[in-house]
C-alpha cells in the first residue's frame, strides 16, 4: 500500500510537470517566435521481486534469493525538450519585421555592463533606435556578420538570403546561425536561446521574410485539450492517492489491532 501510495504521487509529479508546460505554452500563444516545450517521461527502472528461499547444498542449508516477478515504482519526467518546428509567417507590412521561414536563428548582442553576449532567437519584430541600428524590443541589437547592424534613418530591403541592402546600395550579411544539434540549445527567457560557443554555424537557407513574423507553434486546440486531460488525470489520481490511504489506515487501525 505504501508503494501504491509513492507510485501515484510520482504521477501527480508528472502531470505536474506536464501541466506547468502546457500553461506556458498557451501564456506564450501571442509571443512571436515562441517555441512550445514538451515533457519527456519515462518509467522507473523494473525492480525485480526476489523471495528468499532455502536449499541444501551437500547436505547443508543455505539461503538464496529466487525471483518472483517485476514492478517499477511509477513514472519520472526525464527532461523537457523544445520543438523548433515553424510557426505560421504573418504579414505586418512593417518594414522593420522580419520571419524566418527556413532554419536559423537571429543573433543579438545581448550583452550588458561590459558583459560580451550573443542570444539567439526567431523573434524579428524589431525597429530602428536613435542610433539607427536596428534593435528588437528589449533594447538588444541585431548581428550581421560584423557587429550590429545600422540602417540609419533610410528604406531598406533584406533578401531571402539575409543579406540587407540600405538606400545607399551598401549591404550588410545578417548573423543567421543554425544548430545542428538544438538539444544544446538553452531557453533564457523572452523568446532567447543561448548556444555554447562554436556550436553554431551559417544558416545555407533562411528563408528571410521582410515585413513578416513568425507566430508561436503553438496549436491552441490541442493545448486546451491536453490541458483537461491533465486535470482529469490528476483528480483522479489524487482519489487513488486517498484510496490508499485509507487502505493503509484500515490496515494499521483495525486488522492490526490486537483484541
Known sequence: MIRGI???ASGLGVLQSRMDATSNNLANVST???KQDRVQVASFPDLVLQERVRVSVGGI???AWNPVGRTNQGAVVTGVFTDHSSGILQETGQETDLALSGEGFFAFEAGGQGENRVLYSRDGELHRDAEGYLVNPRGHRLLGENGPV???AGDFTVGP???LTTSDDSQVRLSILN???KNGLVKEGDGYFSAPAGQGVAA???GVSQRFLERSNVDVTSEVVSMIEITRAYEATQKLVQAQ???LSKAINQVGAVR
Open 204 to 206: 545555407e537557407n533562411p
Open 6 to 8: 509513492y507510485t501515484a
Open 161 to 163: 538570403d539575409g543579406t
Open 179 to 181: 544548430f545542428p544539434d
Open 32 to 34: 512571436t517566435g515562441y
Open 61 to 63: 542449508g543455505l539461503g
Open 150 to 152: 545600422q540602417v540609419g
Open 245 to 247: 490511504d485509507e487502505m
